[in-house]
């Protein structure tokens, strides 16, 4: 069972551009949501995270809006550049003792120069 | 220092073999992962440690034998895999508690033949 629906499965982009990624999720344990970035040959490398009591965070050119009646939440990339091409992750997190993280199915993203 | 150390980076194996993999952090982190990837897919979480114990474990056969032998060390033991098992290993380390960064390591790809 996918618990974390990302889409879309890739995107291409030209340099300037702003994609989007979407994702949502139905497990209301889920407590904290972080987009990571993965490049080929890399460990995913955290991007940036949001709590779901806050609607809005940015982090340079990166934005993260979060719906928490929707269960929706998504990534934007302002001014893409096209060292920006990567994977990108949504994830959702949960537990107490023992945190675990749920993947979406990720987006390849390629912003064209 | 927000590096997390996995060797080796390559590993080839036949199905007979047994093998470790390692996995180091000096981050002061009391939680550990072995995540799981396939080529196109997001990682798959297959153990926990939280505080030297194991805390998860997501139905992983058994020919998977994680170990913690400290606070900074993480081991994955491997005996008599499949060809399907071949994939990249990545390990993740983070504080214990809600909205902390699981930080990966670059991971270890392994070839079963």
């Known amino acids: 069972q996918q618990q974390v629906k990302q889409s879309p499965q890739s995107l291409i982009v030209q340099k300037g551009g702003i994609p989007i990624i979407n994702c949502a999720y139905e497990n209301t344990a889920f407590d904290y949501f972080p987009w990571y970035q993965q490049f080929p040959g890399k460990g995913p490398a955290l991007l940036i995270a949001i709590r779901p009591d806050v609607s809005e965070k940015k982090e340079g050119r990166f934005t993260i809006s979060f719906n928490k009646s929707a269960k929706q939440f998504s990534l934007h990339i302002m001014d893409s550049q096209p060292g920006d091409s990567a994977t990108y992750f949504c994830a959702a997190e949960s537990g107490v003792s023992a945190r675990q993280l749920t993947f979406g199915s990720g987006t390849q993203l390629t912003v064209l120069p | 220092d927000t590096e997390v150390t996995q060797t080796p980076k390559h590993l080839v194996m036949g199905m007979t073999n047994k093998k470790s993999l390692k996995c180091e952090q000096h981050m002061g982190h009391r939680a550990m992962y072995w995540y799981k990837q396939k080529a196109k897919k997001p990682p798959e979480l297959m153990f926990v440690y939280s505080y030297e114990k194991l805390s998860i474990n997501e139905s992983v056969p058994s020919r998977f034998s994680p170990e913690c032998p400290n606070s900074s060390l993480l081991n994955l033991h491997l005996h008599a895999l499949q060809p399907e098992d071949s994939a990249l290993y990545l390990c993740?380390?983070?504080?214990?508690?809600?909205?902390?960064?699981?930080?990966f390591g670059a991971g270890t790809r392994l070839s079963v033949l």
């Open positions: 993740a380390s983070s504080l214990v508690s809600q909205g902390n960064i699981q930080y």
